[in-house]
């Protein structure tokens, strides 16, 4: 598994020092470049999607393996007030969410 930011969505985080993926990664794997976060080692990352729901973008999509979520599965959060909407989209467009309170 990877993660994949999605680069017409990021807007860089304008304003801060860091991008919030960037400063929230604990491997140090993100960094801002021409105002867009990149992933740097992909395969240094561990999945613990600390940056997908740090974004407030939702720019950011973890790739499932196929026997979690079907074939060319992602994950995606989307971070409210009192709960994260956990999204799993599959290739054929079909997607399953998970409330979880915050
Ligand atoms: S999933 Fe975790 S380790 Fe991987 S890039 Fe995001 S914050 Fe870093
Ligand atoms: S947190 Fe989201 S919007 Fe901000 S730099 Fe990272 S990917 Fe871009």
Redesign the pocket.
């Known amino acids: 598994m990877s993660?994949n930011i999605n680069e017409n969505s990021c807007n860089g985080c304008p304003k801060r020092k860091e991008g919030r993926?960037e400063r929230?990664?604990?491997?140090n794997?993100?960094k801002r470049k021409n105002e867009k976060a990149v992933?740097e080692n992909k395969s240094d990352?561990?999945?613990?999607?600390?940056?997908?729901k740090a974004c407030p973008q939702n720019a950011i999509e973890?790739y499932l393996p196929e026997e979690i979520g079907g074939k060319g599965a992602n994950l995606l959060a989307e971070v409210k007030k009192n709960e994260i909407v956990w999204v799993i989209k599959n290739q054929s467009g079909n997607y399953k969410e998970y409330h979880l309170a915050r």
């Open positions: 993660i993926c929230i990664c604990p491997g794997l993100i992933i990352c561990w999945d613990c999607a600390a940056c997908v973890i």
